[in-house]
């Protein structure tokens, strides 16, 4: 008979199973966060394709949009040069000379009109200024005279002034009275006061003489711009003469090239022709080409469809098979906890094979473990594996859009060149026609041109004439500006002179008062120095009666 096992390897056997259970839990939690992660991935998978299908549907109609456009385009572009076809093919060359030459003349005429008015403005302008200048000179003339007139008052009052000063200088003098010095002091501060405001007076008609001369430049001033204004349209007129003439020696010289220029515009219309037709064939090439890459798109597009189908229905396979793993796992450790409590009284027996089947659950469960581990590394292969082609499959698609965007620029730059070459035709077919319409218009109209520019050099004359007569106008407000100078610059000296009298004349008062101020200060010294000395005496006598009345009261007392 088997010997019982004791308590403490029965502890020792419940705490290596539970040791194991709390393994198997751990495990089975890794498996648990595993499964999530791989859950979340094939829901990221499935997100990333919906949104590959939808750029590639994107894409599609994007492109067929882009086709529609570089359809209409081409259409537009096909009917445009019909239609010049038909215009070059039905083009009557009278008729489109006849329309050449009408709009040139009527520009011409609204260009000749334009120049008669603004040499009608000229000379309105001129014979304003004129206008002007006259009236100013009428002003220029009644300023002066008033200047004058105050220049002679001024000058009247101021001899008056200087007589009456005079007379009252002689006054004062021939007087010797001291008690009238405050007279003589009012009388000089009125007569400052006059001085002041004569003076006052000649500042005024001074800053008028000045005004009146800036008014003069300004006027002048003005009148030399429009001078040089006129004369700058004079030049505009002659140099317009110039440029017609020049315009009809290019015209004559271009008459002789025009019927080079007609061969060369045959011969590009031919080679447009034939460039036409190779632009046809490319676009069908283009075409094709289109037709090609949307169905290697669509067989590429099918080939990823078919690919993430695949590695769904893996991904659904090894995630069966981890569940029923885990279920397995899960009644294995059941079994194993039911099988330990069970044989806990028998463990003495059955020590060897609860040994053995705990080594070979143990086993069983270090190889599930490896083999999901290995089934993990394999899901995240095929992970990273989808995820490289949907990279590829993007970089595939980029590749498409820029072959498009390609095609489309090179399409573009084809058709730009296509506009540009037929501009410059229809430039150039419209020069050759504007020359020839210029050639006879101007072998038409230069006789009228030459009448034209003779009334021009007419109507210059006059204006060389006005232009003289104001210059000679301008000479004699000159000249009387510079006898109004001489005659203000008399004024000033004569102002100078009286001035100086003026200053002369207050100095001699000046003097003549501060020698009767110190007179009269002295004066005043020697009364208040008799002044002092009597009352000095005026004290000693006090001083003497008050002692004699001491002397007196002393006597009274002594004789009482």
């Known amino acids: 008979m088997a010997q019982e096992p004791t308590v403490g390897e029965l502890r020792v056997m419940l705490a290596d199973e539970r040791r194991s259970s709390q393994q198997h839990r751990i495990d089975l939690d890794k498996l648990k966060a595993a499964h999530v992660s791989l859950q979340e991935d094939y829901v990221r998978l499935q997100k990333d394709l919906r949104d590959a299908l939808q750029s590639i549907q994107d894409v599609r109609a994007n492109h067929a949009n882009i086709l529609q456009r570089a359809d209409k385009v081409i259409t537009q572009k096909d009917a445009i040069i019909k239609e010049i076809r038909v215009q070059l093919s039905s083009t009557d060359r009278r008729k489109l000379r006849t329309e050449i030459e009408e709009e040139v003349r009527a520009n011409f005429a609204e260009y000749v009109q334009q120049q008669q008015l603004s040499h009608e403005k000229a000379r309105l302008s001129l014979h304003e200024t004129n206008r002007e200048n006259a009236m100013l000179k009428a002003q220029l003339d009644n300023e002066r005279r008033a200047h004058q007139r105050s220049e002679e008052e001024l000058k009247l009052k101021q001899k008056a002034e200087i007589n009456r000063l005079q007379v009252e200088l002689q006054r004062l003098h021939s007087q010797e009275n001291p008690t009238g010095a405050h007279e003589v002091l009012s009388r000089l501060l009125k007569l400052q006061r006059e001085y002041a405001d004569l003076q006052l007076k000649m500042k005024n008609t001074l800053i008028e003489s000045k005004d009146a001369k800036r008014d003069k430049d300004a006027v002048f001033a003005e009148q030399k711009v429009q001078l040089q204004r006129h004369a700058e349209e004079m030049a505009a007129a002659e140099d317009l003469r110039r440029n017609l003439e020049t315009k009809l020696r290019s015209a004559q010289s271009q008459r002789d090239a025009f019927d080079q220029t007609v061969c060369k515009f045959r011969q590009e219309v031919g080679n447009l022709s034939l460039q036409l037709s190779t632009l046809e064939e490319e676009k069908l090439k283009l075409k094709g080409q289109l037709a090609d890459s949307e169905q290697r798109h669509k067989a590429e597009l099918l080939q990823l469809k078919l690919d993430t189908v695949k590695q769904k229905a893996e991904l659904e396979n090894t995630h069966r098979k981890a569940m029923v793993e885990l279920t397995n796992a899960k009644l294995d450790a059941e079994l194993a906890l039911k099988a330990a409590n069970e044989h806990k009284r028998t463990a003495a027996e059955k020590e060897k094979e609860t040994e053995r089947r705990h080594q070979l659950t143990r086993t069983k469960d270090w190889d599930r473990a490896?083999?999901?581990?290995?089934?993990?590394?394999?899901?995240?292969?095929?992970?990273?594996?989808?995820?490289?082609?949907?990279?590829?499959?993007?970089?595939?698609?980029?590749?498409?859009?820029?072959?498009?965007?390609?095609?489309?620029?090179?399409?573009?730059?084809?058709?730009?060149?296509?506009?540009?070459?037929?501009?410059?035709?229809?430039?150039?077919?419209?020069?050759?026609?504007?020359?020839?319409?210029?050639?006879?218009?101007?072998?038409?109209?230069?006789?009228?041109?030459?009448?034209?520019?003779?009334?021009?050099?007419?109507?210059?004359?006059?204006?060389?004439?006005?232009?003289?007569?104001?210059?000679?106008?301008?000479?004699?407000?000159?000249?009387?500006?510079?006898?109004?100078?001489?005659?203000?610059?008399?004024?000033?000296?004569?102002?100078?002179?009286?001035?100086?009298?003026?200053?002369?004349?207050?100095?001699?008062?000046?003097?003549?008062?501060?020698?009767?101020?110190?007179?009269?200060?002295?004066?005043?010294?020697?009364?208040?120095?008799?002044?002092?000395?009597?009352?000095?005496?005026?004290?000693?006598?006090?001083?003497?009666?008050?002692?004699?009345?001491?002397?007196?009261?002393?006597?009274?007392?002594?004789?009482?």
Request: charged share 40%.
């Open 370 to 560: 490896r083999q999901l581990e290995s089934e993990k590394v394999l899901l995240e292969a095929q992970l990273s594996e989808v995820a490289t082609a949907k990279a590829a499959a993007d970089q595939r698609l980029m590749e498409a859009e820029k072959q498009m965007k390609r095609l489309k620029q090179a399409q573009e730059s084809q058709r730009q060149e296509l506009e540009e070459e037929m501009l410059a035709l229809r430039t150039r077919l419209k020069a050759s026609l504007a020359v020839r319409e210029d050639t006879n218009k101007v072998t038409a109209e230069n006789h009228v041109l030459r009448q034209k520019l003779e009334l021009l050099e007419e109507e210059r004359r006059k204006d060389r004439a006005a232009i003289e007569g104001t210059m000679q106008q301008k000479d004699g407000l000159s000249e009387t500006v510079e006898r109004l100078k001489s005659e203000l610059q008399g004024a000033q000296v004569d102002v100078m002179k009286i001035n100086e009298q003026n200053q002369k004349v207050n100095m001699q008062m000046k003097l003549s008062w501060e020698q009767e101020k110190y007179d009269y200060v002295k004066r005043i010294e020697e009364l208040e120095s008799d002044l002092r000395q009597a009352h000095k005496e005026f004290n000693w006598k006090l001083r003497s009666l008050k002692q004699k009345n001491k002397q007196f009261q002393k006597t009274v007392s002594a004789y009482h």
